[in-house]
Structure formats: structure tokens, C-alpha cells
């Protein structure tokens, strides 16, 4: 489980960050990074109806998306926000293809240290 210092939950958090954030696309998932002047990262993830339409597939990739990024969390840069969408092909993945590509598109937008 994410620890709640890690966690983005308010909606207006959410909305800045889509407002003002940067892009980095995969395959399967897509980030929006915005700084958030804290000394920590937090994460919010969201899986839309248009992936599936069964609440128990939605959750299974947000808890896969969860841990792989619980996982990474002591390599990311601190004082970002950032949100994880996910992709249709995010129900066939495994938990090892979706922490590689986190971690792909965290080096790829230069979060990684």
C-alpha cells in the first residue's frame, strides 16, 4: 500500500496537476508531472471507465499501478506530484511489464535519481 504521505487525494490537487503539468506517454500508462514544493512525491492514479467497465478490472490495475510505484519511490526526485493514467493495455499487463514501464517513463521525464 502507498503510504498516505505518498498519496494525492484532493481534487484540486488533481486538476492542477493536469492544468499545469508535463506529459510522458507509454504504451500502457501516461504521467502528468507537476512540482508541488513539498519534499516529497505523491501520487495519484486513475483508471478511467473507458479502460473497463468492471470496477474489480479497473482496481486490479490500480493496485498493480500502486505497488510498482510504491516500489520506485525511493528513486524519484522529491517535490513532484504526479498522476498515472491508465491505457487499455493496462488489463493484460503483469505487475513486471507495468514497473518497467514506470520506470521507463520516470527516467524518461527525468525524475529518477
Request: charged share 25%; net charge positive; hydrophobic share 40%.
Amino acid at each position: 500500500m502507498l503510504p498516505k504521505l505518498h498519496r494525492l487525494t484532493k481534487g484540486s490537487d488533481f486538476k492542477r496537476v493536469y492544468s499545469t503539468g508535463r506529459n510522458a506517454n507509454g504504451r500502457r500508462l501516461r504521467l502528468k508531472l507537476a512540482p508541488n514544493g513539498l519534499k516529497q512525491v505523491r501520487v495519484g492514479v486513475v483508471v478511467a471507465n473507458s479502460v473497463s467497465k468492471h470496477a474489480t478490472k479497473r482496481n486490479k490495475v490500480k493496485r498493480l499501478i500502486r505497488e510498482a510505484i510504491r516500489v520506485q519511490l525511493a528513486h524519484i526526485k522529491p517535490g513532484m506530484d504526479i498522476v498515472i493514467s491508465a491505457n487499455n493495455p493496462s488489463l493484460t499487463a503483469t505487475f513486471q511489464d507495468m514497473q518497467s514501464e514506470l520506470a521507463w517513463l520516470l527516467t524518461r521525464a527525468k525524475l529518477r535519481t
